[in-house]
């Protein structure tokens, strides 16, 4: 999982709460990415940062929000308005064109 | 638009046995193409990749993959399974021409290992 953290493990939330995932990295990264992980389909990117007060919609950024206030931190709120937030999440970070190193994942659980 | 698809859920293998696991994508562009793995519960973890160069692409823990750009595939290979490489893999790709460095993934094949 290389230097890139994710906090809590597990995360447990009413319906109608928003909540904030934490995902931090030490590698000096410009580009850092949120995805989704639901069973059988793979991985489905949130929103993507490239540099500092940027940030870009992946391909399902409804009910999701990002901010890139830092280089190494990538915070992303899960909002009431995400219908089905019960998922594996993954933060990502990448200092290159190629390769992205992931972090543990944060798993929400939203009844 | 670019895509990967591993066409199969899950692979069986005894232990000692060569594996495969398949990936085809489409990309507009040059291909950039990745293998991880992932144990249940945990991140991804980069295996290899294919930027340029000899098709043939050795990675981590004895796994390698052949890039084939006839047939727009990067299979998966090791040649003697362990009960340990059971898990989760992901192909992904990279169309070289897209600046967002986005990484398209596949579905994901589960791989079990049985001794």
């Known amino acids: 999982d290389g230097g890139i953290t994710q906090s809590p493990k597990y995360l447990f939330r009413k319906e109608g709460q928003n909540v904030t995932l934490s995902c931090e990295q030490n590698l000096n990264h410009d580009a850092m990415y949120w995805y989704r992980q639901d069973p059988g389909q793979g991985l489905r990117l949130i929103y993507y940062s490239q540099i500092v007060n940027d940030f870009q919609k992946g391909d399902i950024a409804e009910g999701y929000s990002v901010s890139r206030e830092k280089k190494e931190s990538f915070p992303l709120t899960v909002t009431s308005a995400q219908k089905n937030p019960t998922a594996f999440y993954l933060c990502?970070?990448?200092?290159?064109?190629?390769?992205?190193?992931f972090g543990p994942g944060t798993r929400l659980t939203v009844t | 638009a670019q895509s990967v698809a591993q066409p199969e859920d899950q692979v069986n293998v005894a232990e000692g046995n060569p594996l495969t696991v398949k990936c085809t994508y489409s990309v507009s562009g040059n291909p950039y193409l990745f293998w991880y793995v992932q144990y249940p519960n945990r991140g991804l973890q980069f295996l290899l990749k294919?930027?340029?160069?000899?098709?043939l692409v050795k990675g981590s823990y004895g796994f390698e993959a052949e890039f084939n750009k006839s047939q727009t595939s990067f299979h998966l290979k090791k040649p003697s399974a362990l009960v340990s490489d059971s898990a989760l893999y992901f192909c992904a790709v990279r169309d070289g021409v897209d600046s967002s460095y986005k990484l398209i993934f596949g579905s994901g094949t589960r791989l079990l290992v049985r001794p």
């Open positions: 990502a970070s990448s200092g290159s064109p190629y390769e992205q190193y």
């Open positions: 294919y930027i340029t160069g000899d098709n």
